[in-house]
């Protein structure tokens, strides 16, 4: 197949625009988004379509026991491992319309396309649906990718339960989704996904394309901060033991640590202090803390900054410090035959393009435990996702469908 061939295959930009536009009329939100949350009957409504359109394009269906979809083109030699791509429809419960919906409706007007131009691959085509990848309504997020890519067990995805005790294999037999498929040990050649960046960094340099390196490694703490309570007024500056002060020191250091090691990112973002009263000085504070960075050594590297930094800002208050890290999610590095595909896609359609890692987590990731993986991000309004105000051009999105289409041409060729 000639590089040519693959070029003159582009996809019908209005129709990916108003198949989005369609998806999102399930559930839409007063302020313009979605609220789809996993394996609620709203969920329920945009598989059954996304299954339908499915099927009008001649594809074949299967789901699997943790209700992930997957949607097959056939291709001349269906014997040979599929190139497969998809994401996810459920959505947070003040979410987007393109959040995880974009990479799902991406692969389905691949397919669309391929159609169009009656062009055949040699290795069959699959779009695929994650099951619960927000979280949002059942924890962990990304559940069913996760099962698939061997880190959890079924037993251990059908009994994770809401806040109401309902279990997530309780509901995908409530709404028919409880498939008769193992989960895994599907071969994939190649797996891709297509995903808003969720952040601001296209944008800002004016690229269309990111092409994704990978996911940056996470790990999570809990603080516990013992100081004495005291009343405000009464107790000497000399001979308190304030652990907000102290709180408040190591979130500084937090900051500081991240600047010291960029590209990484550090975050306190839960609080609690007891007893809370504006005339105690502040006997216990208890925080969270997230760091994260895309390489693994740097990231202990963090540790070892926080774990020291604490220690002397506790020491030289007089407060007792719990430091302990409660997950530990390693950097995840994608293959770089699929990433060369990316970018050999946008570079041959002429599309400002540049490295990216994703700072967020994907079904791609634990996809890439069992498959080789590659990402493609496409920008969105100032960065904003995980909000009904979440918005992209159709253009780029268009640019973006397209270069997933030649990147998987290109492996299934």
């Known amino acids: 197949m000639s590089t040519k061939t693959i070029q003159n295959l582009q996809i019908d930009q209005d129709r990916l625009w108003d198949s989005l536009m369609e998806m999102a009329k399930i559930g839409a939100t007063d302020k313009?988004?979605?609220?789809?949350?996993?394996?609620?009957?709203?969920?329920?409504?945009?598989?059954?379509?996304?299954?339908?359109?499915?099927?009008?394009?001649?594809?074949?269906?299967?789901?699997?026991?943790?209700?992930?979809?997957?949607?097959?083109?056939?291709?001349?030699?269906?014997?040979?491992?599929?190139?497969?791509?998809?994401?996810?429809?459920?959505?947070?419960?003040?979410?987007?319309?393109?959040?995880?919906?974009?990479?799902v409706l991406a692969g389905l007007e691949v397919i669309r396309t391929l159609n169009d131009y009656k062009f055949e691959t040699e290795a069959p085509i699959e779009v695929s649906v994650w099951t619960n990848e927000e979280g949002s309504r059942f924890a962990p997020a990304m559940i069913a990718s996760g099962v698939f890519g061997g880190v959890f067990t079924e037993e251990y995805g059908h009994s994770r339960a809401d806040l109401d005790g309902k279990t997530i294999g309780e509901e995908l037999k409530r709404i028919g989704y409880f498939g008769d498929a193992p989960v895994g040990g599907r071969p994939f050649k190649a797996f891709f996904e297509a995903h808003i960046e969720q952040g601001p960094i296209l944008e800002a340099e004016q690229k269309t394309i990111g092409v994704v390196q990978g996911i940056q490694g996470i790990k999570w703490f809990e603080v516990t901060l013992t100081g004495q309570d005291c009343h405000a007024g009464t107790t000497p500056m000399n001979r308190r033991k304030d652990a907000m002060l102290a709180a408040a020191r190591m979130v500084d250091l937090v900051n500081r640590i991240a600047l010291d090691h960029l590209p990484g990112v550090g975050t306190v973002g839960l609080m609690t202090v007891h007893p809370n009263s504006r005339n105690v000085i502040p006997g216990k504070v208890f925080f969270t803390v997230d760091l994260r960075h895309p390489y693994d050594e740097e990231l202990e590297k963090m540790k070892a900054a926080l774990e020291a930094g604490?220690?002397?800002?506790?020491?030289?208050?007089?407060?007792?410090?719990?430091?302990?890290?409660?997950?530990?999610?390693?950097?995840?590095?994608?293959?770089?035959?699929?990433?060369?595909?990316?970018?050999?896609?946008?570079?041959?359609?002429?599309?400002?393009?540049?490295?990216?890692?994703?700072?967020?987590?994907?079904?791609?990731?634990?996809?890439?435990?069992?498959?080789?993986?590659?990402?493609?991000?496409?920008?969105?309004?100032?960065?904003?996702?995980?909000?009904?105000?979440?918005?992209?051009?159709?253009?780029?999105?268009?640019?973006?469908?397209?270069?997933?289409?030649?990147?998987?041409?290109?492996?299934?060729?």
């Open 32 to 103: 313009g988004g979605c609220a789809r949350l996993a394996l609620t009957d709203l969920d329920k409504q945009g598989r059954d379509l996304f299954v339908q359109w499915c099927k009008d394009a001649g594809c074949s269906i299967t789901v699997d026991r943790m209700g992930n979809i997957f949607a097959r083109r056939p291709g001349r030699n269906n014997d040979l491992p599929p190139v497969v791509t998809g994401s996810h429809l459920d959505t947070q419960p003040t979410g987007g319309k393109f959040d995880g919906v974009f990479g």
């Open 310 to 413: 604490a220690a002397e800002i506790c020491g030289g208050l007089g407060v007792e410090c719990d430091l302990q890290e409660i997950w530990n999610s390693p950097a995840i590095h994608y293959d770089p035959a699929c990433i060369d595909a990316v970018r050999r896609a946008a570079d041959e359609a002429g599309l400002p393009n540049r490295d990216i890692v994703s700072g967020a987590g994907h079904d791609a990731g634990y996809i890439a435990r069992v498959a080789p993986v590659g990402m493609i991000f496409v920008p969105c309004a100032e960065g904003i996702s995980h909000n009904e105000i979440e918005s992209a051009l159709p253009e780029d999105l268009a640019a973006g469908c397209n270069v997933l289409m030649r990147a998987m041409v290109e492996l299934a060729a």
